[in-house]
C-alpha cells in the first residue's frame, strides 16, 4: 500500500509514543500525588555522578525519605520509581534519559542498573584496596583515624571483609603510641581480646579522644583571647606619650610681673 504523506510529513519529529525508561506501576488508591514538599526534600540532595560521590550514601538518603512515607494502597516501591528521578541531575540524569523506554520494570531493576552505572567493579576494587591498605597520618589523631577508617567502610559496604579483617587492619595501621594505648586498655596484647572486647575498647577510647581534643580546643581558645588583649592594651600605650607637666610660674595681678603678688614692690 503507498504511503500518501508528504516529505515534510515523514521528516516530521513524532508528537507521541515517547515512553520513559520507568514504568510506574498502576496506583488504585484515591487522590493521590506526590506533594512539592516531598519533592523538594529528595532534590536537597540530588547525585550528579562525580567520580568521588558516594552513591550508596544517595540512596541511604533517598530511602530515609522514603520511608517516612505511609501512603493506603501505595507501595513504597511504586513511590521511589517515581520520586528517584527527581533526585537526579547532571550526567545520572542524562544516563537515565538514554536508558531505553519500558527497560526499568521494578524498583530492584532501577537500584541494580544505577548502581552498576556509577559504582562499577573497578571502584569496588579500588575502595577494597584502600581499605586493607588503610594507614594513620602522622598528624592524625586516634579518633580522626578511627572515623577514615570508618569512612572507607560506608563508601564501600559490600566490600566483604569480616569484622576480625577490619580490626586487625585498623590495628596494624596506628602508630606504634596508639597501638600501645589499646594494649594497655586490654590489659595486654590488644589482639588476645574478642572481636566485641575490640572494638568497644576502640570505640571508648575514641570518645574520649574526641572529648578531650574538644576541651583543648576550648581551652586555646579562650585563653588565646586575653595575650591578645593585654598586647593591644601594650601597644596603645606605646603609641600614647605623656605630655610633659610644666612647672606653675607665679603671676602677680597687680602689676603682672613675674613674681607673686604679696612681693610686688
Not at 123 to 130: G, I, S, V, Y
Request: with cysteine.
Amino acid at each position: 500500500m503507498a504511503n500518501n504523506r508528504t516529505m515534510a510529513e515523514l521528516l516530521q519529529a513524532p508528537t507521541e509514543g515517547y515512553k520513559d525508561a520507568i514504568v510506574i506501576p498502576g496506583i488504585t488508591a484515591n487522590n493521590f500525588e506526590l506533594k512539592h514538599g516531598l519533592i523538594n526534600l529528595v532534590q536537597n540532595k540530588q547525585s550528579f555522578g562525580h567520580d568521588k560521590e558516594d552513591v550508596h550514601a544517595h540512596i541511604r538518603y533517598f530511602n530515609k525519605i522514603i520511608s517516612t512515607m505511609r501512603v493506603p494502597n501505595v507501595p513504597s516501591s511504586s513511590i521511589k520509581l517515581m520520586l528517584f528521578p527527581f533526585s537526579l541531575e547532571g550526567a545520572v540524569w542524562i544516563w537515565l534519559e538514554k536508558e531505553p523506554p519500558r527497560s526499568i520494570q521494578t524498583w530492584d531493576d532501577l537500584f541494580s542498573k544505577f548502581i552498576d552505572q556509577f559504582f562499577p567493579h573497578s571502584k569496588t576494587t579500588n575502595l577494597r584496596n584502600k581499605i586493607t591498605r588503610f594507614q594513620q597520618r602522622f598528624d592524625e589523631s586516634f579518633y580522626e583515624a578511627w572515623e577514615c577508617f570508618n569512612d572507607l567502610l560506608r563508601a564501600c559496604p559490600h566490600h566483604g571483609f569480616s569484622e576480625l579483617h577490619q580490626l586487625d587492619t585498623f590495628y596494624n595501621a596506628l602508630n606504634v603510641n596508639d597501638q600501645d594505648s589499646l594494649n594497655s586498655a586490654a590489659g595486654g596484647n590488644f589482639l588476645d581480646k574478642m572481636p566485641q572486647e575490640c572494638l568497644k575498647i576502640i570505640e571508648t577510647k575514641s570518645k574520649v579522644r574526641q572529648s578531650r581534643a574538644k576541651a583543648v580546643i576550648a581551652k586555646v581558645g579562650t585563653s588565646s583571647s586575653t595575650p591578645a588583649i593585654s598586647f593591644d592594651v601594650a601597644e596603645l600605650k606605646d603609641m600614647v606619650t605623656p605630655a610633659p607637666v610644666k612647672a606653675v610660674e607665679p603671676n602677680c595681678v597687680t602689676c603682672g610681673g613675674a613674681h607673686a603678688y604679696q612681693n610686688c614692690p
